[in-house]
């Protein structure tokens, strides 16, 4: 069974750091593209940041530029979020998601497997 799971979510101050953490399960994330997505209450589901199967091409959106670092090590079948200088407009549930092709952009839509998400919740 193909299963990713979130982890590394938690309560941290303004301008604090967390580094999320990606594991797939039931298949090796080599040949996935794979992209962190949030959703806040009452918003919808926003792209953060995205990475190649290979890690060679990366984005982010405009509002964690400067502060969020995607990684992946394919030889722990796990992708990283670093999420440094949090603020309070980044809390929000986070899910990682994966998808078996490296075209196309760091949408909602084009990704096939999903986690349950871990919460960030940013607040002094």
């Known amino acids: 069974q193909l299963q990713l799971v979130e982890s590394g979510g938690g309560l941290v101050q303004p301008g604090g750091s967390l580094r999320l953490s990606c594991a797939a399960s039931g298949f090796t994330l080599d040949y996935y593209a794979i992209g962190w997505f949030r959703q806040a209450p009452g918003k919808e589901r926003e792209g953060v940041s995205c990475i190649s199967s290979s890690g060679d091409s990366t984005y982010y959106a405009d509002s964690v530029k400067g502060r969020f670092t995607i990684s992946r090590d394919n030889a722990k079948n796990t992708v990283y979020l670093q999420m440094n200088n949090l603020t309070p407009g980044d809390t929000a549930v986070y899910y990682c998601?994966?998808?078996?092709?490296?075209?196309?952009?760091?949408?909602?839509?084009?990704?096939?497997?999903w986690g349950q998400g871990t919460q960030v919740t940013v607040s002094s």
């Open positions: 998601a994966a998808k078996i092709s490296d075209y196309g952009g760091c949408t909602e839509g084009e990704h096939d497997y």
